[in-house]
């Protein structure tokens, strides 16, 4: 397995609310992968683990 | 997406909201009045746009991230209810997307010892502990089960 990469709960707590605070909104739509990459940006998830496109 | 996939993304979280449990598509049909095709053909349409994972070759609901349907090592209590999420990340996803505190339990990765934490008013107090994502963002979905 590969060695991937470790959050702390602080940057895992973050993670969640990115992804996760709207999804009951009735036109919630999912990220494009570069919105993604770009969402993970803001949090300091970088590199090419975190890279979606 | 159309509006009726709309409706059954919205139903399928209400759902699990108030039991714990994905609707089966017969379920969805009787409470949105309509025929079992026309939500079968949802559901699948919202697997396709990754917005729901469906067990292989059928309709039953595997996953409405970060609520999984089946029983996981990550189990979420808020509300007074209990949840499986599917994995570190969506364990903390269930409080962010109730908006409610929460008391998140796995297990330790390194020695097996039980793990609480818990999320109250938008904060983790206690955030002793790592989170080891091993598979690249870029193949999250390759096995989305694995993942």
Same mark, same amino acid.
């Given at each position: 397995?590969?060695?991937?990469?470790?959050?702390?709960?602080?940057?895992?707590? /973050?993670?969640?609310?990115?992804?996760?605070?709207?999804? =009951?909104?009735? #036109?919630?739509?999912?990220? &494009?992968?570069? /919105?993604?990459?770009?969402?993970?940006?803001?949090?300091? =998830?970088?590199? #090419?683990?975190?890279?979606? &496109? | 997406?159309?509006?009726?996939?709309?409706?059954?993304?919205?139903?399928?979280?209400?759902?699990?909201?108030?039991?714990?449990?994905?609707?089966?598509?017969?379920?969805?049909?009787?409470?949105?009045?309509?025929?079992?095709?026309?939500?079968?053909?949802?559901?699948?349409?919202?697997?396709?746009?990754?917005?729901?994972?469906?067990?292989?070759?059928?309709?039953?609901?595997?996953?409405?991230?970060?609520?999984?349907?089946?029983?996981?090592?990550?189990?979420?209590?808020?509300?007074?209810?209990?949840?499986?999420?599917?994995?570190?990340?969506?364990?903390?996803?269930?409080?962010?997307?109730?908006?409610?505190?929460?008391?998140?339990?796995?297990?330790?990765?390194?020695?097996?010892?039980?793990?609480?934490?818990?999320?109250?008013?938008?904060?983790?107090?206690?955030?002793?502990?790592?989170?080891?994502?091993?598979?690249?963002?870029?193949?999250?979905?390759?096995?989305?089960?694995?993942?």
């Amino acid at each position: 397995m590969p060695r991937g990469a470790a959050l702390t709960l602080d940057q895992t707590w /973050e993670l969640a609310k990115l992804w996760y605070e709207d999804r =009951l909104d009735p #036109e919630w739509r999912r990220r &494009t992968p570069a /919105e993604a990459t770009a969402a993970f940006a803001l949090i300091g =998830l970088t590199g #090419e683990f975190w890279k979606l &496109t | 997406m159309d509006q009726l996939a709309k409706d059954v993304r919205s139903y399928i979280y209400d759902h699990f909201i108030q039991t714990s449990m994905a609707p089966s598509a017969a379920d969805t049909a009787k409470a949105l009045g309509h025929s079992e095709a026309d939500i079968e053909a949802a559901y699948h349409a919202l697997a396709e746009a990754r917005s729901i994972v469906l067990r292989p070759h059928s309709t039953t609901i595997w996953m409405a991230m970060p609520f999984s349907n089946v029983q996981t090592p990550f189990t979420v209590i808020s509300r007074g209810r209990a949840y499986y999420a599917n994995c570190a990340w969506d364990a903390f996803g269930v409080p962010a997307l109730l908006h409610a505190d929460a008391r998140v339990f796995t297990t330790c990765g390194d020695c097996g010892s039980v793990l609480e934490r818990k999320i109250s008013g938008g904060r983790l107090p206690e955030t002793r502990g790592l989170v080891h994502f091993a598979i690249p963002a870029r193949q999250w979905w390759d096995d989305v089960g694995f993942t």
